[in-house]
């Protein structure tokens, strides 16, 4: 008997874009700030494409070592009872059926799990919470969250309080922290299964683990963007690929 240590298999759910040449085509993808990360934790990403049905999903999930669920546009209102604000933009109904599929099945296989901005919401929502469909004009003593536009993907918007005894903070090597911020909705409900375990200064919450797991971890800001000018944020993938390591035994 013969143990192989190999690298985790990390599973990236992916977005649609339309190309701009002429005639335009459906292309799906993810951005390549995921994947390098993933790379440079040690692990070896897997896109994980739209389109396919639940049971798919399900074996895919079931050969993967670790997922992450990534950032992107707006969740269907109607899947956590929202209203369907003017803001809400960039809803793909089957990524949400993928992405939801995917959260969910993870977290009941008891994968590995990072889940970042657009995929933080995702898990919330998955385990039964609900969003601020626009946390500034919404909720209460807001701060203003949303810099896609107006600022550098990293550049470091405010700080977040993280609780001591998490697994962000272990990862992280801290209890605060310099954030990017690119997001206009957040967790408004928290789910059951959920614990708080970062907050920005206006109470909105910026981290999230899910109870009773061993490791499923999500962040309201963009950890793949700020590696090289905020180093010890490649911890959170490097907490993923580790949770996600496991030897292989060869009986040959």
């Known amino acids: 008997m013969t143990v192989i240590t190999r690298k985790p298999l990390i599973g990236c759910t992916t977005y649609r874009k339309i190309s701009d040449q002429t005639p335009p085509i459906d292309l799906l993808g993810l951005m390549p700030a995921y994947l390098d990360a993933i790379v440079a934790a040690g692990g070896v990403p897997v896109m994980i494409p ?106 470091l918007a405010h700080d977040v309080t993280i609780e001591p005894d998490s697994l962000l903070a272990r990862q992280l090597g801290g209890t605060e922290t310099a954030v990017n911020s690119l997001h206009h909705q957040g967790i408004r409900r928290l789910a059951d299964d959920l614990r708080a375990t970062a907050f920005a200064p206006d109470g909105l919450v910026e981290g999230v683990e899910v109870i009773d797991h061993p490791y499923a971890v999500g962040v309201q800001w963009h950890p793949e963007n700020i590696i090289h000018n905020a180093p010890h944020m490649l911890g959170l993938f490097r907490g993923l690929v580790e949770a996600a390591s496991q030897p292989v035994i060869s009986y040959q």
Not at 108 to 127: D, E, F, H, T, Y
Request: hydrophobic letters at 40%; one cysteine or more.
């Open 50 to 155: 739209l389109g396919l049905s639940a049971d798919d999903l399900r074996e895919i999930i079931q050969q993967m070592d670790g997922i992450l669920l990534p950032g992107g546009g707006d969740i269907k209102p109607s899947v956590y009872q929202g209203n369907g604000h003017p803001t809400v933009s960039g809803i793909d109904e089957d990524r949400d059926r993928v992405e939801l599929t995917v959260a969910r099945t993870a977290i009941s296989q008891q994968k590995p799990l990072l889940a970042i901005c657009r995929g933080m919401q995702v898990l919330n929502v998955a385990l039964g919470g609900t969003l601020w469909e626009d946390v500034e004009l919404l909720m209460p003593q807001a701060m203003h969250h949303e810099f896609v536009n107006t600022h550098p993907r990293n550049y």
